[in-house]
């Protein structure tokens, strides 16, 4: 039986063999120089393996290695800040970043203080890898691996101090104490990570019993508010008290002082004047007498002066003044 469908007389072109000779190589060289060349990042570093086994580093720039799978690059990001979530997930970053909450961060955030009591710390660790070959070879998973480092140390630390502390007055000096105590882990294990920071994200109680903390938190900031407020009232009346008897000593110091030398003076004046004395008493007595009347006698509104000899005087018409009618 003949088929209706039209034969379809295919061939492929004859490729002459000089063309070969040319292509063959030429698809050779650039599959080697595209498995030998590469380019690291300026943020990167470059880990070469030949047949699995650790060779060089290489850093930002073009570089070449064996092709064909001989030797193997791994770039590690060592100026790169990275960050590990504890507690909560970053589902989208942004102006109004969203989280979400699953039960195994649930698992990671829920602790039991030094007072027996359960909180609930949800915190971030940035971090940076500062040696490349640690960080590759010499645990099998550091990222996991850094991960329970965190949790065990985090643990610890809040296990360590009372829920109040960690919730309130001592998130910082834990948080500070967490981070020392994890890097401290890191360089024991070799891991090759350097912790930048610990930061406490959230901390709070469980949901049945935060209505209760609240208002612990509430009364304990009022505190707080009460202190600061007291002491600022008496940093504003110590310094003027303390002014106003500084003022008052130096007032006494330098009335004392005036009085002291007022008397120095007059005793020194009355040496001079006995003195003179001393060498013509009448003189200086009539002297003294004259300027004692000269001050007395300007001072005095009416003056009647008459002889010491005389018995009986007549008073003189006050005709200087306007006769009242």
């Known amino acids: 039986m003949k088929s209706d469908f039209p034969s379809l007389d295919f061939k492929l ?101 030094g007072d027996l009591n359960v909180g609930v710390v949800e915190w971030i660790v940035q971090y940076k890898i500062k040696d490349a070959y640690n960080y590759l070879f010499k645990i099998r998973d550091a990222t996991s691996t850094f991960r329970y480092m965190n949790e065990a140390v985090v643990r610890k630390i809040v296990g360590d101090n009372s829920v109040d502390e960690v919730i309130t007055v001592g998130r910082a000096r834990i948080a500070l104490e967490a981070k020392e105590e994890l890097q401290k882990l890191c360089d024991l294990y070799e891991i090759g990570i350097e912790v930048n920071q610990l930061i ?72 001079a004047i006995y003195k003179e004395y001393s060498r013509a008493p009448l003189v200086t007595r009539k002297r003294l007498y004259l300027e004692t009347i000269n001050d007395i006698l300007p001072k005095l509104a009416k003056k009647i002066i008459f002889d010491e000899k005389l018995k009986n005087f007549l008073p003189l018409l006050n005709l200087g003044e306007e006769v009242k009618k």
């Not at 612990?216 to 009232?233: D, F, H, T």
């Open 200 to 271: 406490f994200q959230d901390v709070n109680p469980p949901d049945p019993v935060k209505p209760a903390f609240n208002e612990v938190n509430e009364s304990l900031q009022e505190k707080e508010r009460k202190i600061n407020e007291a002491w600022s009232e008496y940093n504003a009346e110590i310094p003027m008290a303390t002014g106003v008897a500084e003022q008052t000593i130096r007032g006494a110091e330098g009335y004392a002082t005036e009085r002291i030398n007022m008397a120095e003076g007059d005793a020194n004046r009355f040496r």
């Open 13 to 113: 072109p004859k490729i002459k063999g000089s063309y070969i000779k040319i292509i063959v190589p030429a698809v050779i060289a650039l599959i080697l120089i595209f498995g030998s060349v590469y380019q690291i990042s300026p943020e990167e570093i470059g880990v070469i393996l030949r047949f699995g086994k650790f060779v060089r580093t290489t850093e930002p720039g073009l570089h070449f290695k064996l092709p064909l799978g001989i030797e193997k690059l791994i770039t590690v990001p060592v100026q790169r800040q990275l960050k590990e979530e504890f507690g909560f997930r970053t589902t989208r970053p942004g102006i109004r970043t969203e989280y979400s909450v699953t039960p195994e961060t649930i698992r990671e955030s829920v602790m039991l203080t």
